[in-house]
């Protein structure tokens, strides 16, 4: 498998003088294309921060993130957007869906504002409401939706323009363990259909045996992989 992302040397440190915090402290890690690793690690150690950094969301204080070999802090703002946008999907512990929107409009929504137009837009966003279990409830609103139903549709969301890495912390941080296996099961089909890289931060030990690394943080350092 050849490598899809690399950090390498990365710290990331918080305030400055008396009051900095050193939360990352040397990280150095590999991903390759089409793995799916379970970030994992106490409260506090860092797990949100390196993957917000891993995602492009956040700059680090030092050291490298290279996607495909590229050094992506080395780009100007608004290429590092279009990069974000194109080649990485997020899901976060609580889904951020648009209340006033259907499901299959806030899967669009990504398209839309690439510019696609609505009705070929509706087309891919369908289809990848169907694979994670939801072509049935196309035209609810999020308040219709239960709280697994809702994150399944930000997973969709997250999909919908073909990011070669999934990224997410905590997908099931608010919600039971029986909903949780199904977002689980999600995952575990996209990645399976679909081949793409997932990063997964998680509590859930069991969410996290079904991914193919584990990689534990502990004091911002990786201490098993
Ligand atoms: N913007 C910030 N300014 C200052 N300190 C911050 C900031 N963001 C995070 N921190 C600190 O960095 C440390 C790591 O935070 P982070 O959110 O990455 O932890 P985590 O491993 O995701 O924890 P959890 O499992 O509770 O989500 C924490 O001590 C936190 O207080
Ligand atoms: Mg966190």
């Known amino acids: ?61 030092s050291g490298n993130v290279l996607f495909g070999g590229e050094d992506v802090f080395r780009l100007g703002e608004a290429a590092l957007a279009t990069f974000r946008n194109r080649s990485i999907g997020f899901v976060f512990q609580f889904h951020h869906l648009l209340p006033e929107f259907t499901a299959v409009e806030n899967v669009m929504m990504p398209l839309l504002i690439a510019g696609m137009k609505r009705s070929e837009a509706a087309v891919p966003a369908r289809e990848l409401l169907a694979e994670v279990g939801l072509g049935h409830r196309l035209t609810h609103k999020p308040g219709e939706l239960s709280g697994g139903e809702q994150q399944r549709v930000a997973i969709a969301r997250a999909l919908v323009l073909s990011p070669k890495l999934l990224l997410a912390d905590e997908p099931t941080g608010n ?32 969410l996290a045996s079904c991914m193919g690394r584990t990689v534990r943080l502990v004091d911002g350092r990786v201490v098993s992989d």
């Open 175 to 206: 919600l039971d363990m029986k909903t949780s296996d199904e977002v689980h099961e999600t995952l575990d089909g996209i990645h399976r259909k679909r081949g793409v890289t997932l990063v997964i931060v998680t509590h859930n030990e069991k």
């Open 1 to 61: 498998m050849s490598s899809l992302l690399e950090v390498a040397d990365l710290t990331k440190s918080y305030g400055s003088g008396e009051t900095r915090v050193d939360v990352l402290k040397g990280i150095n890690l590999t991903v390759a294309e089409g793995e799916t690793i379970a970030l994992v690690g106490a409260s506090g150690t860092g797990k949100s921060t390196l993957l917000h950094i891993m995602g492009t969301l956040d700059r680090p204080t």
